[in-house]
């Protein structure tokens, strides 16, 4: 069964930090794009971050740029979000998403698609 898990959320004060792990488990994600997403209450989803396969290429949305970096070991099967100088509006649960995708060198960030597998979330929670 493929499967994403989402680990690392948390409540933390304005201007803290966290780092968020997406782990897979029943394929390897050598050859797929990994994207973060966020949904706030009352809101659409919405693209974080991305990265492609190789690791070489990512993808950030403009209201995370310079705060947040995503990366990847592939030999532990694993996706980080490092999540920099927190503020309230990045208050959402926050999802991983995978697409296969071995030799693209871009990856996309503001569509869901073509994100074929997702995580269940974890609550990320920035306030005082």
């Known amino acids: 069964q493929l499967q994403l898990v989402e680990s690392g959320g948390g409540l933390v004060q304005p201007g803290g930090s966290l780092r968020l792990s997406c782990a897979a488990s029943g394929f390897t994600l050598d050859d797929y794009a990994i994207g973060w997403f966020r949904q706030a209450p009352g809101k659409e989803r919405e693209g974080v971050s991305c990265i492609v396969s190789g690791g070489i290429n990512t993808n950030y949305a403009d209201s995370v740029k310079g705060r947040f970096a995503i990366s990847r070991d592939n030999a532990k099967n694993t996706v980080y979000l490092q999540m920099n100088s927190l503020k309230p509006d990045d208050t959402a649960v926050y999802y991983c998403?995978?697409?296969?995708?071995?030799?693209?060198?871009?990856?996309?960030?503001?569509?869901?698609?073509?994100?074929?597998?997702w995580g269940q979330g974890t609550q990320v929670t920035v306030s005082s």
């Open positions: 998403a995978a697409y296969w995708s071995p030799i693209s060198a871009i990856c996309a960030v503001l569509s869901l698609n073509p994100y074929d597998y």
